[in-house]
């Protein structure tokens, strides 16, 4: 049976799942808005947004995830969650255009599915 700590952090990951939404729709925004709007489109692809994002990624992710593999002991959900965040730190490097955004939504997908990995594995 979950302990009341397990529930807490299956919040965690329900936020963090939240967030990788998104993050996706942020990516999928900033795309239409760089094809509709192309000068005004810049403050939505400022490189600093995309540093905080990752950066509040990487937390939450080492939180969420790292307390589930001390409590449950499965290291799949840190893998899968580990590959995502190294996806979306890969995306970073191509500079904006249809390849970052098609990288950064696969990395967060793939995290959010270690998210949703580890807060099964809980039950």
Known sequence: MPTLAAFRFQ????????LSGLCALHCMATAVAVVLLSSAASLLAAPIIHEVGLTIAMILGAVA???GALQHGLLLPVAVGGLGLGVMAGALTLGHGTAETAYTILGVAILAFGHELNRRSFW
């Open 65 to 67: 995830l790292g307390h």
């Open 11 to 18: 919040r965690l990951d329900r936020l963090a799942i939240t």
